[in-house]
């Protein structure tokens, strides 16, 4: 095995029912230099990337693994001695232990690769967690033959985490390998004081830099996203196109829908590596402001992220909606959106209009009784383009509250004329995007950058810096 393992190398730590291991000397000295962007020492996976069960549905669990290799197909002898599907061992061991079946599936690519490769050996199946076998021990060893075999492996991985590590951290604040909550510990040269549970049992587990970065890395690579919320992606693989939206990848029902929304130019293809560590959200089946009704008969006025009902005919037919562009759908094409506001005859424009008057000079955005101001012609440009501007009168257009000005929309690549940063727009913020490499990197065409004036971007708070999930090869070590 490539690196000091845990456990129970030591019969005495066994029968003393501790749960701990024996680790040989590792000599190795880094330097805080040396260390990946982005990777903290102190913090390498949260609680809940350790310990929620629930983080990766059976369903989703198995996509991802058939996406990433030959795992999800392989036929494997659980702990009874039947032959199941690999996912099945995985998934049962994480809800018995209330493990997370994503750090299962990293520890067993950071053990053996075998997430990833096509052809893994018998070997690399019988030690997959890496449990029990050290730098030194010979895998023949007596003593380690009962860890010995997949379901085995993931079996006392996670045991050994939840019932040993956890337990021990709990009851007197160490692992049996030292780490703790604020115990800060020299490891290959470096100070390291764990901020969490998760992350000294990484270090009991694994007790040296170099086998952290690379689960890590895994983690980074799968699982932590890369992209910008509002950002609409294509898979090169599938070619499904998706909105990136709360930490979910929402998948576009037909082009036709994708072409409501954005340019299909501004669309980034991405690699369905990628887009593994999104769950999926629910399908995005109608355009913005689209009419739908279920089947009780309510009408709801569609938007990007909530549906709103709209209380009664007498309201539907007032605010001037339309009763031919109504949809009947399935109660289920409505479960996914939640709620938001109903739409009463105190409504005014829910679909948004654009109004000016003759005696000034601007346009406003009118939605929901709100009026937001268009600082610059550039907003028509990019998203009102063909749309009517009606003209009112200063009294009309003053009944509608002042609002905060209209804003660019996720996802938007954007600069100041005489200014050479490129900025992303998340969440109403302005994150600059660091390098060129990185963004080459997330996908982002050139042409798409929009220069816009000053006077807009001043309209925006500023996010911090986009860094994507690092990925980089390891520089430390090769393997381990």
Request: hydrophobic content about 40%.
């Amino acid at each position: 095995m490539r690196n000091v393992r845990h456990v129970l190398a030591s019969i005495c730590l066994i029968t003393a029912g501790t749960g701990g291991a024996f680790f040989p000397a590792y000599a190795a000295t880094l330097s805080v230099s040396d260390l990946p962007q982005g990777f903290d020492p102190n913090f390498i996976l949260s609680d809940s990337d350790m310990f929620d069960p629930a983080a990766f549905p059976f369903d989703a669990m198995v996509s991802f693994l058939r996406a990433k290799g030959t795992l999800a197909t392989r036929q494997i002898a659980d702990i009874d001695g039947k032959q199941k599907p690999a996912p099945e061992i995985i998934w049962r061991v994480a809800q018995s232990y209330k493990v997370n079946p994503k750090y299962l599936i990293a520890l067993l690519q950071k053990e053996q690769s075998l997430v990833e490769n096509p052809n893994p050996s018998p070997s690399q199946f019988d030690w997959a967690a890496g449990y029990g076998v050290c730098d030194a021990c010979s895998k023949d060893d007596p003593s380690i033959q009962e860890f010995k075999g997949f379901a085995s492996q993931v079996e006392w991985a996670a045991k050994q985490h939840r019932e040993k590590y956890l337990i021990q951290l709990l009851t007197r604040g160490l692992t049996i390998g030292g780490q703790g909550l604020g115990k800060t510990a020299v490891i290959d040269g470096i100070p390291v004081t764990p901020t969490n549970h998760a992350t000294a049992m990484l270090y009991s587990y694994t007790p040296h830099l170099h086998g952290n970065i690379n689960l890590w890395r895994i983690w980074q690579r799968w699982f932590k996203p890369s992209l910008p919320d509002g950002a609409i992606v294509r898979s090169n693989q599938t070619q499904t196109t998706y909105l990136i939206r709360f930490g979910q990848k929402r998948p576009f029902a037909s082009r036709a829908v994708v072409s409501s929304i954005t340019d299909e130019e501004k669309i980034i293809n991405v690699d369905e590596t990628s887009l593994s560590g999104y769950p999926d959200g629910t399908a995005i089946k109608f355009p913005p402001y689209a009419l739908l009704r279920n089947g009780d008969g309510e009408i709801y006025l569609l938007t990007q992220d909530v549906k709103r009902h709209i209380i009664g005919m007498d309201v539907f037919h007032t605010l001037g909606f339309n009763e031919d562009e109504i949809n009947d759908v399935p109660d289920e094409d409505l479960a996914g959106y939640p709620d938001g506001d109903p739409i009463t005859l105190a409504s005014s424009y829910p679909q948004g209009v654009l109004l000016k008057t003759a005696t000034a000079p601007g346009v406003w955005y009118v939605e929901d009784g709100k009026r937001h101001a268009l600082a610059d012609a550039v907003f028509l440009r990019l998203y009102f383009r063909g749309r009517k501007i009606k003209n009112v009168s200063v009294e009309k257009l003053e009944s509608f509250e002042r609002a905060e000005p209209y804003l660019l929309h996720a996802g938007e690549l954007v600069k100041a004329p005489d200014e050479p940063t490129v900025y992303v727009v998340e969440n109403g913020a302005l994150r600059p995007i660091p390098s060129e490499e990185i963004f080459e990197r997330v996908g982002w065409k050139w042409k798409n950058v929009i220069t816009v004036p000053s006077k807009v971007l001043a309209l925006h708070t500023k996010g911090d810096a986009f860094h994507p999930s690092v990925t980089e090869p390891a520089t430390l070590a090769t393997s381990y």
